[in-house]
Structures are given as structure tokens and as C-alpha cells.
């Protein structure tokens, strides 16, 4: 079974940056797309960034442009640059592959606010 570690998480101002990291205990993002997603309180968890193996990518519209995925295969290690942080990104940051085929990790929480 695959796990997850996610870090990188933390209280930002708006306008802020932070870079998560997750790596996975077994070599798949050679294999499989790899995602992270996030889960606010109260809400349904949602896809925010995808990466292919072609490392061909995919961002959601409120996030595109402010959000960069990106992965280092040799150490099972997907990133997500996030820039210009807005009260709207606070959530909890999970990632899996794309769509999510193993259990969650803890996740990392992001909290933007002044």
C-alpha cells in the first residue's frame, strides 16, 4: 500500500506563497498522474492540480496562473508552488494519484489570512 507524506503547510498573508511537497513511499509518479487536491471545513474535497507523465498539466480555473505542480520522479516527490495566496486557498492539501486510487495521508493545512 502506498502512503502519502505531505508538508510545506502554514499560516500566510494574502498575497502570500508557500511550497507544499508530498512524497510517496512507493515509486508512482513515474506511473501514475499524480494530483493534489484540497478539502476546506464544511466542504466536499476537491482536484486543484494535476501532472501526467508527460508532465503535461492541469489547474483549476481558480487557481490557474497562481499555482504551479511539479514532480522529481527519483525521490517519489510532487510539489505544489502556490503564489498569490487567498483567503479562499485556506484548506487541508492532500495528494494521490489523479483520480485518487490509494488511502489519504494527513495532508498539510494551509490557513491565508491576515
Known amino acids: 500500500q502506498v502512503q502519502f507524506v505531505e508538508s510545506g503547510g502554514g499560516l500566510v498573508q494574502p498575497g502570500g506563497s508557500l511550497r507544499l511537497s508530498c512524497t510517496a513511499s512507493?515509486?508512482?509518479?513515474?506511473?501514475?498522474?499524480m494530483g493534489w487536491y484540497r478539502q476546506a471545513p464544511g466542504k466536499q474535497r476537491e482536484l486543484v492540480a494535476t501532472?501526467?507523465?508527460?508532465?503535461?498539466?492541469y489547474y483549476r480555473a481558480s487557481v490557474k496562473g497562481r499555482f504551479t505542480i511539479s514532480k522529481v520522479n527519483a525521490i517519489n516527490t510532487v510539489y505544489l508552488q502556490m503564489n498569490s495566496l487567498k483567503p479562499e486557498d485556506s484548506a487541508s492539501y492532500y495528494c494521490?494519484?489523479?483520480?485518487?486510487?490509494?488511502?489519504w495521508g494527513q495532508g498539510t493545512q494551509v490557513t491565508v489570512s491576515s
Open positions: 494521490n494519484t489523479a483520480p485518487g486510487r490509494f488511502d
Open positions: 501532472i501526467t507523465n508527460a508532465r503535461k498539466t
Open positions: 512507493g515509486s508512482i509518479s513515474d506511473i501514475y498522474d
